[in-house]
T-cell receptor
Framework: DQQVKQNSPSLSVQEGRISILNCDYT??????FLWYKKYPAEGPTFLIS?????DKNEDGRFTVFLNKSAKHLSLHIVPSQPGDSAVYFC????????????FGSGTQLTVLP | EAQVTQNPRYLITVTGKKLTVTCSQN?????MSWYRQDPGLGLRQIYY???????DKGDVPEGYKVSRKEKRNFPLILESPSPNQTSLYFC?????????????FGPGTRLLVL
């Protein structure tokens, strides 16, 4: 049973437009959420995170929104650039846990020039 | 340069032949983990370690062993590999002294078990 779900395996957007990647979770104990970006033949790299005490966190072109009541978070990329084409993983961690993260299955984003 | 290294990057082996994938980090991180990535399943944690000589099972530990004799190294051992362990493996490390949850990942090891 996947506790972190990314229901869209792929997404294509035009350069300059907004990319919205979605993630749902089922474990109400999760209190910290992250997005990782992965290029082919490389390991994932950290992109942006959000704590459950916030509902929005912004870093340049990247914004993460958290809706705790819906157990949903989303990553917005504005404007999208061809270099953003990668697999994006959503991840979450429960409060008080020393364990590492639970990841979603990933969404392949393709930004078309 | 801060990094996590894994070796080998690619490995083809046969069922039952013991193998070890090494992982090393130069950031003095306490936490280290192993993950496998499979299509449609994302990254699943195999084992993790909170410090030297402290290891625990993740979500999919069957068929794997780990050891943490030194802080910088966290090898993954497959005593008797089977075809269902064909996967892409990532080692990761994290600083336990910061509130940040950022993990640093190695470049990955692609394993094929025939």
């Amino acid at each position: 049973d996947q506790q972190v779900k990314q229901n869209s395996p792929s997404l294509s957007v035009q350069e300059g437009r907004i990319s919205i990647l979605n993630c749902d979770y089922t474990n109400s104990m999760f209190d910290y959420f992250l997005w990782y970006k992965k290029y082919p033949a490389e390991g994932p790299t950290f992109l942006i995170s959000i704590s459950s005490i916030k509902d929005k966190n912004e870093d340049g072109r990247f914004t993460v929104f958290l809706n705790k009541s819906a157990k949903h978070l989303s990553l917005h990329i504005v404007p999208s650039q061809p270099g953003d084409s990668a697999v994006y993983f959503c991840a979450a961690r429960p409060s008080g846990s020393a364990r590492q993260l639970t990841f979603g299955s990933g969404t392949q984003l393709t930004v078309l020039p | 340069e801060a990094q996590v290294t894994q070796n080998p990057r690619y490995l083809i082996t046969v069922t039952g032949k013991k193998l070890t994938v090494t992982c090393s980090q130069n950031m003095n991180h306490e936490y280290m983990s192993w993950y496998r990535q499979d299509p449609g399943l994302g990254l699943r944690q195999i084992y993790y370690s909170m410090n030297v000589e402290v290891t625990d099972k993740g979500d999919v530990p069957e068929g794997y062993k780990v050891s943490r004799k030194e802080k910088r190294n966290f090898p993954l051992i497959l005593e008797s590999p089977s075809p269902n362990q064909t996967s892409l493996y990532f080692c990761a490390s994290r600083d336990a002294t910061t509130m940040k949850e950022t993990q640093y990942f190695g470049p990955g090891t692609r394993l094929l078990v025939l």
